[in-house]
């Protein structure tokens, strides 16, 4: 048996499938339908009875490829491509979870997913308890006999909070329930939750994946038997990826590792020079040594990511005094790009949720968190002097 291909050549060569004109690049299959051979064909293909292509909500070929190549660096059976991160978060809970149900869900998780697990799953009959993101002990102690997921972010968003996947797995099977992990900020470059025990994988593929901040995109990797569910909601519902977004993440996916590297060196070092600026209160960064879980994220991740968030000394005006001086770094919520990013959570990515939740999960308006690129760190840092004074 030949030996497995390394992560680098399935970033490059998993998934693909050539039409019959053997083209060496993926191909984008600009479709909505698929043309039968008879009605026989028609019957089956709808049926099940014959597997092959039948409607741009169920599938597509550049779609699969996406699917395949994702599962491949994941480390899952399969993957379901969705149209955003939010979306196949919301696959995945209207999938594998039902009115009555409960969550036990990090603190520390993306504003949007607090608010759909708090605003629109409550109205349906979904409870959910919120943890402190790194106490394992607190996860146990909030499961329930209805509940069915627990969920984190690791690292989370913004804080960059490290929980250790594979002593929450140990809990999260001994309870038997599922552990889905938000991969967003490592990828499957740095960190493969799968591997570490963890359940299911759910990206916001609209960040890294693409990695060049073109197109809105989402996945759901796991079992074949969860990912099935996953897919039946999918098709029926309809927050289907459109294949041109597929076709463009499949393609930023080739460079993934090489991105994450670099950009997770630039991080390292912004962190260095940031923790040593007198006018930094504090660096949130799991490359540091000062970070809380420091030797977790050694273990569990082949780097530090390239989110860098720090606190300013004061408050909401310091803090958005460096925003409004920077000329470089690009003042928007997005992440996950080659051009670094800055944006203040508490008024942006974590102004909706309110000022309690905020102050709960440790979110103060003298926080910033900026999203490292591949400009050059001495541009980066040049351009955060300005307003740190
Ligand atoms: C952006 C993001 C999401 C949501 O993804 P969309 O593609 O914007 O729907 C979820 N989780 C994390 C950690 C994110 O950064």
């Given at each position: 048996?030949?030996?497995?291909?390394?992560?680098?050549?399935?970033?490059?060569?998993?998934?693909?499938?050539?039409?019959?004109?053997?083209?060496?690049?993926?191909?984008?299959?600009?479709?909505?339908?698929?043309?039968?051979?008879?009605?026989?064909?028609?019957?089956?293909?709808?049926?099940?009875?014959?597997?092959?292509?039948?409607?741009?909500?169920?599938?597509?070929?550049?779609?699969?490829?996406?699917?395949?190549?994702?599962?491949?660096?994941?480390?899952?059976?399969a993957c379901v491509a969705t149209a955003s991160g939010m979306s196949a978060l919301l696959s995945t809970v209207m999938a594998l979870l039902s009115g009555g149900d409960h969550i036990?869900?990090?603190?520390?998780?993306?504003?949007?997913?607090?608010?759909?697990?708090?605003?629109?799953?409550?109205?349906?009959?979904?409870?959910?308890?919120?943890?402190?993101?790194?106490?394992?002990?607190?996860?146990?102690?909030?499961?329930?006999?209805?509940?069915?997921?627990?969920?984190?972010?690791?690292?989370?968003?913004?804080?960059?909070?490290?929980?250790?996947?594979?002593?929450?797995?140990?809990?999260?099977?001994?309870?038997?329930?599922?552990?889905?992990?938000?991969?967003?900020?490592?990828?499957?470059?740095?960190?493969?939750?799968?591997?570490?025990?963890?359940?299911?994988?759910?990206?916001?593929?609209?960040?890294?994946?693409?990695?060049?901040?073109?197109?809105?995109?989402?996945?759901?990797?796991?079992n074949k038997a969860d990912m099935e569910e996953v897919y039946k909601f999918l098709r029926t519902a309809g927050p289907s990826i459109s294949p041109f977004n597929a076709w463009v993440?499949?393609?930023?996916?080739?460079?993934?590792?090489?991105?994450?590297?670099?950009?997770?060196?630039?991080?390292?070092?912004?962190?260095?020079?940031?923790?040593?600026?007198?006018?930094?209160?504090?660096?949130?960064?799991?490359?540091?040594?000062?970070?809380?879980?420091?030797?977790?994220?050694?273990?569990?991740?082949?780097?530090?990511?390239?989110?860098?968030?720090?606190?300013?000394?004061?408050?909401?005006?310091?803090?958005?005094?460096?925003?409004?001086?920077?000329?470089?770094?690009?003042?928007?919520?997005?992440?996950?790009?080659?051009?670094?990013?800055?944006?203040?959570?508490?008024?942006?990515?974590?102004?909706?949720?309110?000022?309690?939740?905020?102050?709960?999960?440790?979110?103060?308006?003298?926080?910033?968190?900026?999203?490292?690129?591949?400009?050059?760190?001495?541009?980066?840092?040049?351009?955060?002097?300005?307003?740190?004074?």
């Amino acid at each position: 048996m030949a030996k497995k291909p390394d992560f680098d050549t399935l970033a490059v060569r998993a998934g693909q499938e050539r039409s019959q004109f053997n083209e060496h690049s993926e191909a984008l299959y600009l479709t909505s339908s698929f043309v039968f051979e008879n009605a026989a064909q028609a019957a089956a293909r709808f049926s099940g009875a014959e597997k092959g292509y039948v409607y741009g909500r169920f599938d597509n070929p550049t779609i699969d490829m996406f699917q395949r190549r994702l599962a491949a660096l994941e480390g899952g059976e399969a993957c379901v491509a969705t149209a955003s991160g939010m979306s196949a978060l919301l696959s995945t809970v209207m999938a594998l979870l039902s009115g009555g149900d409960h969550i036990v869900s990090s603190q520390s998780v993306f504003g949007a997913t607090v608010n759909l697990f708090s605003t629109i799953l409550s109205r349906f009959g979904i409870e959910t308890t919120y943890v402190k993101a790194t106490d394992i002990e607190a996860y146990k102690n909030a499961i329930r006999p209805n509940t069915k997921l627990i969920f984190i972010e690791t690292p989370s968003n913004p804080l960059m909070d490290v929980v250790d996947i594979a002593a929450l797995a140990q809990v999260s099977r001994a309870a038997k329930v599922r552990l889905a992990v938000d991969n967003c900020f490592c990828t499957p470059a740095l960190q493969q939750p799968l591997a570490l025990g963890a359940d299911i994988v759910i990206h916001s593929a609209t960040k890294y994946l693409d990695g060049q901040g073109r197109v809105l995109g989402g996945a759901v990797c796991g079992n074949k038997a969860d990912m099935e569910e996953v897919y039946k909601f999918l098709r029926t519902a309809g927050p289907s990826i459109s294949p041109f977004n597929a076709w463009v993440i499949l393609k930023g996916m080739e460079t993934l590792r090489i991105r994450m590297e670099a950009q997770s060196a630039n991080a390292l070092e912004l962190a260095q020079r940031l923790e040593a600026h007198p006018k930094v209160a504090r660096v949130l960064y799991p490359g540091l040594a000062s970070h809380p879980q420091h030797a977790l994220a050694a273990r569990q991740q082949s780097g530090g990511g390239a989110i860098v968030s720090f606190e300013v000394k004061g408050g909401r005006n310091e803090a958005w005094r460096v925003v409004d001086d920077c000329r470089l770094l690009s003042v928007t919520a997005n992440l996950g790009d080659t051009k670094t990013t800055i944006t203040h959570p508490a008024s942006t990515t974590h102004g909706r949720i309110t000022q309690e939740a905020r102050a709960a999960a440790g979110i103060n308006e003298s926080l910033l968190r900026v999203a490292v690129g591949l400009e050059s760190v001495d541009d980066i840092f040049g351009d955060l002097l300005s307003g740190l004074g």
